[in-house]
């Protein structure tokens, strides 16, 4: 595959700039886990209930945190960062139907209601996610790690998670303006944050079992890479499968885009 034909894909709009959004978050979510102030925006990635006691120790400043409510906000913002940092990139195709499909006066304000509607339904998943943490901190690691691993493989060969990825190269018809045209997008974002939690929340919430923190953003970076690739895989039906499939590059989705 010719590398102008990589260039010309990754500059198709609105590519570059959910790129861009996306490395904000990753150098946010990097130099905020290494900085232990509770005021960093991505501290969430320290505070999670099994990396407490590790980050804790390291931590001699006052911490507003106490505060349940403060706690949680700074919790979420930084789970919003790890949706911004590892999502992004997979919502291109999607957000490039509104791009082409909306008058250019309404290209950004389409875009923006559908990213709204794609993070509100995320950020439930990460209430979920802080309790369940919560609930299994006094749990012991290595009993967590097995159980997580197995869910983890079992949902990867489910046909539930076949389905997800199935939908997610859907798109949905938009009005040409109006109220209709708002709706239209804001529901097209929550209709696809449905698909991607079915077919990746599991992995979404492993990386976060890890206490250590280099062991997280490695572990988040995979993963990021591995959901890109896999949502360009070619649909197949509802079945079970072996839990990570390979094939070749060639019968992918996104080599066919790339060639177009």
């Given at each position: ?43 969430t990635l320290q505070d999670i209930?099994?990396?407490?006691q590790h980050h804790h120790m ?203």
């Amino acid at each position: 595959m010719k590398i102008r034909s990589y260039i010309w894909f990754l500059s198709q709009p609105p590519l570059p700039i959910l790129l861009l959004f996306s490395s904000i978050a990753w150098l946010l979510l990097y130099f905020g886990g290494h900085d232990h102030s509770a005021h960093s925006l991505s501290a969430t990635l320290q505070d999670i209930p099994m990396a407490d006691q590790h980050h804790h120790m390291h931590n001699h400043s006052p911490a507003p945190t106490q505060n349940p409510f403060y706690s949680a906000f700074i919790q979420l913002s930084g789970w919003l960062t790890m949706i911004v940092a590892m999502m992004f990139p997979l919502l291109h195709n999607a957000i490039r139907h509104i791009w082409l499909r909306s008058l250019p006066r309404l290209r950004l304000v389409g875009s923006v209601l559908f990213c709204l509607g794609y993070l509100s339904l995320w950020l439930g998943v990460g209430l979920v996610c802080n309790l369940m943490l919560m609930a299994l901190k006094n749990t012991a690691p290595l009993q967590i790690a097995l159980v997580a691993s197995a869910i983890v493989l079992l949902w990867q060969a489910s046909p539930m998670k076949q389905w997800g990825l199935n939908y997610c190269h859907y798109t949905q018809r938009l009005a040409l303006s109006g109220w209709q045209y708002a709706y239209d997008c804001l529901s097209f974002g929550v209709k696809k944050s449905c698909w991607c939690i079915v077919s990746c929340w599991h992995l979404m919430v492993f990386p976060m079992l890890f206490d250590s923190f280099l062991l997280l953003y490695i572990s988040m970076l995979i993963v990021c890479m591995w959901m890109f690739v896999e949502q360009h895989l070619s649909p197949r039906p509802a079945n079970w499968y072996l839990p990570f499939r390979l094939e070749s590059l060639r019968s992918t989705a996104l080599y066919k885009q790339v060639r177009a």
